[in-house]
């Protein structure tokens, strides 16, 4: 509104229109005037209108302004007051309402004009004729121009005596369904769009507007003309068609389904992609009993105060042909500032997304594992060497008749062959696949047994086992049994470096926290650390801290149970500083796997 007020204080209309112009508010304080309006009445800043108008400090008993905020209907009365010389004054008054953006009357305009000085009325009619930002041309029967007003001379020339149509078009036949021509018929008014050529023939749209202005033998003898260029409004309208059919053809090409429905229920649009993935093949777009059969239930839910009805999520839908498809969902609601103009729906299928997630599962799975082949054969090559070395130094203390050297050979070969077998034994269990077997369970449940069932040990070698569990993480499908394992791994290696620290005060924290969709559980402790060298193929090669006293499979099971669960692993460390795992699920991808294992099990 202030806007809008702004533009009527500007306007050169404002204050040269040879009539009172007045703004009143709801406390009939005059918040605006022309020049004419305090020329007439004298000074108004900080006066409510009767004081103004009247020279009384009350309102007037029968305002028509009350009337005008109450229902707004304009209205008009013939009233007395005081002029700015102090002389009473007879006027007429037109209270007209100014509305606000939202439809309110905050506002009233009055017009009024003294109806005892006719002289100077029809001197500022004139200027009032000639300086209304529209074309006004006053016609005969003839179709003849006899006068017109400033702008239509400026846009189409001196036009007095010419046929209207010759200024308006310079065509030599009037237009066609002239509204002029029907005025002069039956002496109604009439309203036509018509176009025309300004100078420098620039084709132009303009709205008319005819009216007999005076009669003779009881028909028109002249009519008025009154035409506003709406060329860019045409423009704006050629613009506004040519977006919507940009859209329109966006939203044909899309690959994702979408369904609007209007404020009514009325299904506006459904794409062809949203005809695809609900399997609709007749030629009519679904009605909206339909649509809410076949969308999720959420769809017909209550918008937030953001207007979302339901946010993206995984969902399912029910074809026309009764086949339940996996997509991703979103809804809300279309609104034009506080009207409510209906709701969408995009739907993206998601079944070859699902199948491609699935491969790469399986493919992450067979990674997890791979790595450690490499390291393996490796390993074995080295043993195999030390067990021959081993039968070598056997053999020659036999041939040397040297026990020792014998005993020393053989015992060398047993306890190669031990460790050959064990690690043998540990990598048949590192490279069988196995599902997880998932079920729904809160990670603090199984965070806190962990930390439980290491608390005894740690407090005996002074270790200050800590829990930092968050109360935002909810359940998650968990395979206990195997996150276990794989916590326990990483919490053997955080004893280990603790242990071999110079600290007195060793600590290890087990904490949860939950990010967008992503569940994490961090084993972090202050011990020596890792060489940067070793935290660069930690899971690639068979690593550990515990020298002769393990084989180094303990990181490469855990990165492969959380691969298993279609997470990831990390591990950053500084030298003397400590160490952090970071083992972090998926929601999505764990009720991925879930599906799987459902169709597996069917």
Excluded at 92 to 106: A, W
Excluded at 398 to 420: F, H, P, Q, R, W
Aim: aromatic share 8%; glycine share 6%; net charge negative.
């Amino acid at each position: 509104m202030e806007k809008k007020l702004k533009q009527i204080f500007d306007g050169q209309f404002f204050d040269s229109a040879p009539i009172n112009i007045a703004i009143i508010n709801r406390n009939y304080e005059v918040i605006a005037a022309n020049a004419h309006f305090e020329r007439y009445f004298g000074k108004w800043q900080g006066r409510i209108c009767s004081e103004v108008c009247k020279k009384i400090d009350i309102h007037c008993a029968k305002c028509q302004a009350d009337d005008v905020f109450e229902n707004g209907i304009p209205r008009s009365a013939e009233e007395q007051g005081i002029n700015a010389d102090g002389r009473p004054c007879h006027y007429i008054v037109h209270h007209i309402p100014l509305r606000d953006d939202d439809g309110q009357i905050n506002n009233v305009v009055n017009l009024s004009m003294d109806v005892t000085e006719s002289s100077i009325w029809q001197r500022e009619y004139n200027l009032l004729f000639d300086k209304v930002p529209c074309y006004i041309a006053v016609i005969n029967q003839d179709y003849r121009v006899i006068r017109a007003n400033e702008k239509y001379r400026e846009s189409f020339g001196d036009a007095r005596g010419k046929f209207c149509y010759q200024a308006y078009n310079n065509q030599s036949i009037p237009c066609k369904n002239c509204p002029g021509m029907k005025t002069f018929a039956d002496g109604k008014d009439y309203s036509s769009t018509v176009i025309g050529h300004e100078s420098g023939w620039d084709k132009n749209y303009y709205l008319m507007h005819t009216a007999p202005l005076k009669y003779s033998n009881g028909k028109p003898k002249l009519i008025i003309e009154i035409a506003t260029d709406i060329s860019e409004i045409n423009k704006l309208q050629e613009q506004i068609r040519q977006s919507h059919d940009f859209y329109t053809s966006i939203i044909q090409e899309v690959s994702d389904g979408v369904v609007v429905l209007d404020q009514k229920g009325k299904t506006k649009i459904f794409n062809q992609a949203a005809r695809q993935i609900l399997e609709w093949n007749y030629g009519r777009k679904p009605g909206s009993q339909k649509i809410l059969h076949l969308l999720p239930d959420s769809f017909n839910g209550i918008p937030d105060e953001n207007g979302v009805i339901c946010p993206e999520k995984d969902a399912a839908i029910i074809t026309s042909n009764d086949e339940h498809v996996p997509v991703r969902f979103k809804a809300f609601e279309l609104k034009s500032k506080k009207i409510t103009l209906g709701r969408a729906a995009f739907i993206q299928n998601m079944k070859n997304i699902k199948d491609i997630e699935k491969t790469a599962l399986t493919m992450e799975r067979n990674y997890a594992i791979s790595p450690a082949i490499a390291s393996f054969t490796e390993i074995m090559k080295q043993l195999m060497g030390e067990i021959e070395q081993g039968a070598k130094n056997a053999r020659n203390g036999i041939a040397n008749k040297n026990n020792s050297e014998m005993n020393e050979g053989l015992a060398k070969v047993k306890d190669t062959y031990d460790k050959a077998n064990m690690i043998i034994s540990e990598f048949a269990a590192l490279t069988i696949a196995k599902r997880p077997r998932l079920t729904f369970l809160h990670p603090n449940i199984l965070a806190g047994g962990v930390i439980g069932l290491y608390s005894e040990d740690a407090h005996s070698k002074g270790i200050d086992l800590r829990s930092g569990l968050s109360e935002d993480v909810g359940p998650i499908l968990f395979d206990p049994s195997g996150i276990e394992i794989c916590m326990s791994n990483i919490i053997s290696n955080a004893f280990d470096a603790v242990l071999r620290s110079d600290r007195n005060n060793k600590e290890i924290t087990i904490s949860t926290y939950e990010v967008n969709g992503r569940v994490f559980i961090e084993i972090a402790d202050n011990g020596v650390g890792i060489e940067k060298d070793s935290l660069d193929t930690i899971f690639e090669t068979m690593h550990s801290s515990k020298n002769e006293s393990g084989v180094g499979f303990g990181l490469l099971i855990a990165n492969k149970i959380v691969k298993e669960h279609g997470g990831d692993i990390s591990i950053t460390s500084e030298i003397d500083s400590g160490t952090k795992a970071t083992i972090s699920f998926s929601r999505a991808k764990l009720e991925l796997i879930a599906e799987e294992s459902r169709e597996l099990s069917e």
